[in-house]
């Protein structure tokens, strides 16, 4: 079926380290491909998307590259904050069975930032 | 942008009682969603709507429904809570270009 596996946290890292979140997905057809960041006691915000194969998203300085191929789509930063603290999402829509289209969402990994 | 607002970010209700939680977007989408998030599950679909008095189930519908009267409003409805409903519940709307989400509502059932 049509799934999104994503890396376990928490992530725990020093300011300033370069950050890497792992996710890797399952569909049928061609998803659009979506990070979501949760900041602590606050809803869903999207930080970045991706449409087709080969696309890069890209949004405070964080990126995510479409890789058909390995059917992936990697968060990375290249130096994190303390104020990136937060649980990220990776995600995907799809249309599935009945031709609607459904968010799936990975598990969301946790990324704790220290100075 | 594209508004979601949950009449509620705070819920406490008891076991037994009927519960709604409201959900209004401020854009013209047809689509709207309602998970819900805990801690080691992440976030699960209940039901959505893809049109006013359509719904789907979604992952995890047992013990809810829905209402979707007008295009802008999409309800969910606890028919009778119980703790395991103790939850974040989420809405959304959107497509395939992305989903906004509502700030969320934090039910607890004592």
């Known amino acids: 079926g049509n799934s999104v596996t994503q890396m376990e946290g928490p992530v725990t890292l020093s300011e300033e380290a370069f950050l890497t979140i792992n996710c890797t997905y399952t569909?049928?057809?061609?998803?659009?491909l979506f990070w979501y960041v949760q900041y602590p006691g606050e809803g869903l915000q999207l930080l970045l998307k991706a449409t087709k194969a080969d696309d890069k998203g890209s949004n405070k300085g964080f990126e995510a590259t479409y890789r058909k191929e390995t059917t992936s789509f990697h968060l990375e930063k290249g130096s994190v904050q303390v104020s990136d603290s937060a649980v990220y999402f990776c995600?995907?829509?799809?249309?599935?069975?009945?031709?609607?289209?459904?968010?799936?969402f990975g598990a969301g990994t946790r990324l704790a930032v220290h100075p | 942008d594209v508004k979601v607002t949950q009449s509620s970010r705070y819920l406490v209700k008891r076991t037994g009682e009927k519960v709604f939680l409201e959900c209004v977007q401020d854009m013209d989408h047809e689509n709207m969603f309602w998970y819900r998030q805990d801690p080691g599950l992440g976030l699960r679909l209940i039901y959505f709507s893809y049109d006013v008095k359509m719904k789907e189930k979604g992952d995890i519908p047992e013990g809810y429904s829905v209402s979707r009267e007008k295009k802008e409003r999409f309800s969910l409805i606890l028919e009778s809570a119980s703790t395991n409903q103790t939850s974040m519940y989420l809405c959304a709307n959107g497509d395939q270009y992305g989903y906004t989400f509502g700030s969320g509502t934090r039910l607890t059932v004592v």
């Open positions: 995600a995907l829509v799809g249309r599935f069975s009945g031709g609607y289209n459904k968010l799936i």
């Open positions: 569909a049928t057809g061609y998803p659009s």
